[in-house]
């Protein structure tokens, strides 16, 4: 009867012991997928915007004074900017080289969407400045101020045009701040460049002619 029990315990735990190891190359089975899983699950979606122009220069100036504001865009929506503003007879005991307003920024654009060929819809999701503005430093014999994103501040919704968008039905504010436009002896009718619309303050940023 002992020897009958024994046996008995002994097939009992056989079972329990293979049932654990049953368990153990499950979790160890769903533990080694996790990570894949994982990393589908944060893949970033593609930008709709087109491959090859990325990073891209743009710039928004008056074209007579000596400020403007520089705006390089990536693909991804993202983009870096730099504003400049100099006032040479603005001087002091301390700045007698004179005053520069500046401007180091970042942000991003989402919700990106193809219009058509030549255009492109976006919304400002964020721009921040390195530092606060008007702070001011002396560096060199010269004041600096901190100043804001000029062209991209105030703004929502942008809207990007590639070269040979007709000019036709193109807002007259943006187009005030293309250099091309004033070329009276051949005004364009299509874009030469690219440009970069804040609609809400009828501000452009433009690109190098091509």
């Known amino acids: ?17 293979l049932v654990g190891c049953a368990n153990n190359q499950q979790t160890t089975a769903k533990s080694d ?8 699950q944060t893949a970033e979606p593609k930008s ?10 743009l ?7 000596g400020w403007s504001s520089t705006l390089t865009l990536k693909q991804d929506g993202t983009f ?8 040479m007879g603005s001087t002091g005991d301390s700045y007698p080289g004179g005053t520069v307003y500046v401007c180091e920024f970042s942000g991003s654009f989402t919700d990106i969407k193809k219009v058509d060929d030549y255009t492109y819809t976006m919304k400002l999701d964020q721009v921040k400045s390195q530092k606060e503005a008007n702070e001011e430093w002396i560096e060199d014999g010269v004041r600096y101020i901190a100043s804001r994103p000029a062209g991209v501040e105030e703004g929502e919704n942008f809207t990007l045009y590639f070269p040979q968008t007709p000019t036709e039905g ?4 943006f187009l005030s701040w293309w250099p091309k436009r004033f070329d009276l002896d051949n005004k364009p009718t299509t874009l ?5 619309f804040n609609e809400k303050t009828g501000f452009g940023f433009f690109s190098e002619d091509k």
């Not at 009867?1 to 012991?17: I, T």
């Not at 870096?80 to 006032?87: P, Q, V």
């Not at 030469?192 to 970069?196: A, I, P, V």
């Open 170 to 173: 193109l807002s007259e504010d």
């Open 1 to 17: 009867m002992k020897k009958a029990l024994s046996c008995f315990c002994a097939v009992l735990l056989g079972c329990a012991a």
């Open 48 to 57: 709709p915007l087109p491959d090859g122009i990325f990073p891209m220069d």
């Open 192 to 196: 030469s460049c690219y440009g970069l």
């Open 80 to 87: 870096t900017g730099s504003y400049h503003d100099s006032e």
């Open 33 to 40: 997928s996790a990570p894949e899983k994982s990393a589908a």
């Open 59 to 65: 710039v928004f100036a008056s074209g007579v004074g």
